[in-house]
């Protein structure tokens, strides 16, 4: 099944602590993005990268770091979280190709930081 | 840097009948790509429906359907026939041709009443 796969679905951690939250799509899509999920503001992009070893910061990077070693995979890092991050987090990636471009989302992840 | 505006933070609308969502945006792009993506309370990330800039016939499916002006750079949804399962928030999103980043508008929360 083609699918966008996020872990974990809920995060609870403490500031400072770092985490990591993992992105996988197996669908061979050239394309991945981070967004965050904030009451009232929508879907903000976080990073983005349209191939491996290529990314870009998005609408919001601070405090996030991300890397994409391989394809397939787009982990975002929280080097040093701080509780103005708690929120829902997407990974979505897409084909690249302008025939059938459209963002496929994982299931989400949502983020407390104490 | 583009904008996506979306006027209507909520809406509510009567079973059977019909409801237009808008969306505005800002762009200096000439290629680009729209969606509606719906956000039921599962939060999973549903895409409703897309449209190619560089197309003028508007998107349909099934239900739903798009009034799109290029030159006024707008956006709408239209659903007929609504039904208790389109409760949701909805996203207008914009899509970059080539790069794929994506800014996404605040939503507009549609209740659907029996």
């Known amino acids: 099944e083609a699918q966008v796969t996020q872990n974990p679905r809920y995060l609870i951690t403490v500031t400072g602590k770092k985490l990591t939250v993992t992105c996988s799509q197996n669908?061979?899509?050239?394309?991945m993005s981070w967004y965050r999920q904030d009451p009232g503001l929508g879907l903000r992009q976080i990073y983005y990268?349209?191939?491996?070893?290529?990314?870009d910061k998005g609408d919001v990077p601070e405090g996030y770091k991300v890397s994409r070693k391989e394809k397939r995979n787009f982990p975002l890092i929280l080097e040093s979280p701080s509780p103005n991050q708690t929120s829902l987090y997407f990974c979505?990636?897409?084909?690249?190709?302008?025939?059938?471009?459209?963002?496929?989302f994982g299931s989400g992840t949502q983020l407390s930081v104490l | 840097a583009q904008t996506v505006t979306q006027s209507q933070p909520e809406m509510s609308v009567q079973e059977a009948e019909t409801v237009t969502l808008s969306c505005t945006y800002d762009t200096s792009e000439n290629n680009y790509y729209l969606f509606w993506y719906k956000q039921p309370p599962s939060r999973q990330m549903i895409l409703v429906i897309r449209?190619?800039?560089?197309?003028?016939q508007n998107a349909t499916e099934n239900r739903f359907s798009v009034n799109f002006q290029k030159a006024a750079k707008s956006f709408s949804l239209k659903i007929s026939d609504s039904q208790l399962g389109d409760t949701a928030m909805y996203f207008c999103?914009?899509?970059?041709?080539?790069?794929?980043?994506?800014?996404f508008g605040d939503g507009t929360t549609l209740t659907v009443k029996p």
């Open positions: 669908m061979n899509h050239e394309y």
């Open positions: 979505a990636s897409s084909p690249g190709s302008a025939t059938n471009e459209k963002l496929f």
């Open positions: 990268s349209m191939n491996v070893e290529v990314t």
């Open positions: 999103a914009f899509m970059k041709h080539v790069t794929s980043k994506s800014t």
């Open positions: 449209q190619e800039a560089y197309k003028q």
